[in-house]
């Protein structure tokens, strides 16, 4: 008898325990809901579902554009071991293509995709392939190169083979290129790129990129450069802020929302403040909707901006 009232004992706490987490839970979720609601730029949706757009070179971009990962089935864990695995099972083709086409829905122009022949990558490109074919799909895509020193030009052809719009050197390769002395293999992949019709740009994580190329005068049609606070891949994002003022040339900012632990109302809004003419960020197809219409609603509002709109 004793057990047994200890059992229901049990079982009453437990159930009470659980119900109050649930409340708390619960209660989480609409504090977490009313703060996004209040934070700028995620008010309710002005003006369709266009997006404002940038212009670099002859082609015409959205503000906010797609990153890859979500395409190449890649995201930043955190050692996380079940991301990989859930990336995949729910990344399948069908979704791919519904990203696609969701992104269009919501005004978003552009992809970033990886141009390697690895099996992710070439899936990306089929993809695309299909949805522009099958579907009458008109988003464009950007190309993250990874050139070889002794073979600069295999890797870019299949970006403009594959009908990019544009294409840049990824920015880990060209942190390295940097480090190495090697600006002249930047400006060769820029000038490859360029002669056969595309955008062509360089990433970096390292703000020693685009110092290195202006001092030498590589002629990019942007830069593909970090920005965020959360000290994710972009050191001393001020001194980043502080030289791009002077850099004439248009800035699309990525890592801006420090792969997922920034609210992308603060993320937007600090890179288009800190001076990047364009946001990249990797999303799902169920956030490509509120990351449009916060993007739509900031740059409706008033952006505190030094840094003229340079695209």
């Avoid at 057990?3 to 979720?29: C, H, P, Q, T, Y």
Wanted: contains cysteine; glycine residues 12%.
């Amino acid at each position: 008898m004793k057990n047994d009232i200890n059992r229901r004992g049990f079982l009453k706490k437990s159930m009470a325990v659980s119900a109050s987490v649930a409340a708390s839970l619960g209660l989480e979720k609409k504090t977490l809901a009313k703060e996004g609601e209040q934070a700028e730029g995620a008010k309710p949706a002005q003006g369709g579902t266009t997006l404002p757009m940038a212009r670099i070179g002859n082609v015409e971009m959205s503000r906010l554009i797609a990153g890859g990962n979500q395409i190449n089935g890649y995201a930043y864990g955190r050692n996380l071991l079940f991301v990989p695995g859930l990336m995949k099972h729910y990344l399948t083709d069908a979704k791919i293509l519904e990203i696609f086409e969701t992104a269009e829905k919501n005004g978003v122009n552009t992809i970033i995709m990886n141009n390697s022949p690895r099996d992710a990558e070439a899936r990306g490109i089929r993809l695309l392939n299909q949805y522009w074919k099958e579907r009458g799909g008109k988003i464009q895509w950007l190309a993250q190169c990874n050139p070889k020193p002794e073979d600069l030009t295999t890797n870019l052809k299949i970006a403009i083979d594959q009908g990019a719009t544009g294409a840049f050197l990824q920015g880990g390769l060209a942190d390295k290129w940097i480090k190495e002395g090697k600006v002249d293999l930047v400006g060769k992949v820029v000038e490859f790129i360029k002669m056969n019709g595309l955008i062509a740009g360089t990433g970096g994580h390292m703000l020693e990129v685009p110092m290195t190329c202006e001092k030498n005068g590589v002629d990019v049609d942007f830069y593909f450069k970090t920005l965020n606070k959360a000290d994710f891949h972009c050191d001393e994002p001020q001194k980043v802020i502080e030289f791009m003022k002077g850099v004439k040339k248009p800035w699309i900012a990525y890592k801006v929302l420090g792969a997922g632990i920034v609210r992308p109302s603060e993320g937007f809004k600090y890179a288009f403040e800190g001076g990047a003419d364009v946001v990249v960020a990797g999303m799902f197809d169920y956030e490509m909707e509120e990351d449009a219409t916060i993007v739509r609603n900031l740059l409706a509002g008033k952006l505190k901006r030094e840094r003229p709109w340079l695209a």
